[in-house]
């Protein structure tokens, strides 16, 4: 089983930044694209970021582009997601995963193993 541990959320007003991190604890996944979700309240899990296995690749949703920036640090097993100019509509929670598998794709379905999440709070 894979272990992912998301870190840095909080509470942020709009304008501000936060930086989150993922933590794996198994190094031997950390040949494997990973990934950022973000799920609000009432909404389903969709993408926000994704990046390769040797962190040479990216790629953004729409929303959240050149706001946004992923990247890893393979020798630290982590992951991180740093997000710039925060509006009311980041509100969510967000989930890193990791791919075990040679999938494609950037839906929900593509990530094999996902950690518990953490919240991120913007307000005015």
């Known amino acids: 089983q894979v272990h992912l541990v998301e870190s840095g959320g909080g509470l942020v007003q709009t304008g501000g930044s936060l930086r989150l991190s993922c933590a794996t604890s198994d190094r031997p996944f950390n040949d494997y694209a990973m990934g950022w979700f973000r799920q609000a309240p009432g909404q389903g899990r969709e993408f926000v970021a994704a990046?390769?296995?040797?962190?040479?690749?990216?790629r953004y949703a729409d929303s959240v582009k050149d706001r946004f920036t992923i990247s890893r640090g393979i020798a630290r097993n982590t992951m991180y997601l740093e997000m710039n100019d925060l509006t009311l509509e980041d509100t969510a929670i967000y989930y890193c995963c990791i791919r075990t598998e040679g999938k494609t794709g950037y839906e929900v379905a593509s990530y094999d193993y996902w950690g518990k999440g953490t919240q991120v709070t913007v307000s005015s």
């Open positions: 990046i390769s296995f040797d962190g040479a690749s990216t």
